[in-house]
């Protein structure tokens, strides 16, 4: 980025804000535009946030997040939620809450109650650091488009950058066919061979080259817990902390 000078400021509204909000233990950036403003670093709102929305991405291509260290990215594919946190406070494990009214159907509510997002929480909590979920590398890509000329970035559902280590966590949906595979993966496969196949593939994909890039994958699985009839995990956070820490010891 080349003007730091707003960055300082940025920090400063952000600790005042959560010093007078100390319920809060976290806020979507939108929240605290009106305190960027009157605070001179902002003219105006824009599209509920985007002034500093486009702050952060700027520093996010130029992995200067750091340097904001309330920040914390919530990546859904190629789309990130930006949210700000207190300092010294763990991230809560469904960020959303504070800003989206969920319903029963809802995608986003699902994805956030989702096996995997309680295990990568429970993974935060035992590294004590916070993962960047669905962190795409620029040597791990999947197969050619049909086209023969684009390669997609595969996604990996936890990456701990301090301690170079990826976790992917394994549903049942890893094992077998799913109704739903993404279809960006999908028209990658330039063969005619099934999606289950193509999982496969891209699981042990990721199991090589990660390593051959000096990055540690651990791998949980829904079977490594209890689980109820419809392989989903039967939560007990004392216990599934135990089964992570197991998994996690050599990071630990």
């Keep these: 980025m080349k003007d730091l000078s707003k960055v300082e400021k940025i920090n400063n509204v952000i600790e ?14 939108k929240d605290l535009m009106p305190a960027f403003i009157k605070a001179g670093i ?26 904001i260290p309330f920040v914390y990215a919530e990546r859904h594919g190629n789309h990130t939620y930006w949210y700000f946190v207190p300092a010294n406070v763990v991230t809560p494990d469904v960020p959303y809450k504070q800003e989206i009214k969920k319903t029963k159907n809802d ?15 429970l993974c935060d909590q ?4 916070k993962a960047n979920r669905q962190k795409r590398f620029d040597f791990l890509l999947g197969d050619l488009h049909k086209n023969g ?18 976790v992917e966590y394994k549903e049942i949906q890893n094992f077998r066919p799913r109704a739903n595979f993404n279809q960006e993966e999908e028209e990658e496969n330039t063969k005619a061979i099934s999606r289950e196949e193509q999982r496969r593939i891209y699981d042990e994909r ?13 791998v949980i699985s829904y079977s490594d817990f209890d689980y109820d009839e419809q392989n989903k995990i039967i939560r007990n956070e004392d216990s599934d902390l135990k089964i992570v820490q197991k998994a996690l010891k ?3």
Excluded: H, M, W
């Design 206 to 218: 990721r199991a090589k080259v990660l390593p051959e890039n000096d990055i540690s994958l651990v």
């Design 149 to 166: 000329k684009k390669q997609t970035k595969l996604p990996v559902d936890a990456y701990y950058e301090e301690l170079q280590l990826v």
């Design 42 to 67: 902002f003219a105006k709102d824009v599209k509920k946030g985007l002034p500093i929305r486009l702050i952060l991405r700027e520093l996010d291509a130029e992995n200067q997040l750091a340097l």
């Design 126 to 129: 035992v590294l004590s650091l």
């Design 107 to 121: 995608p986003i509510a699902i994805r956030l109650n989702s096996d995997e997002t309680y295990v990568i929480g």
């Design 16 to 29: 005042e804000y959560f010093k007078g909000n100390v319920s809060l233990t976290i806020a979507p950036v």
């Design 250 to 252: 050599r990071f630990c």
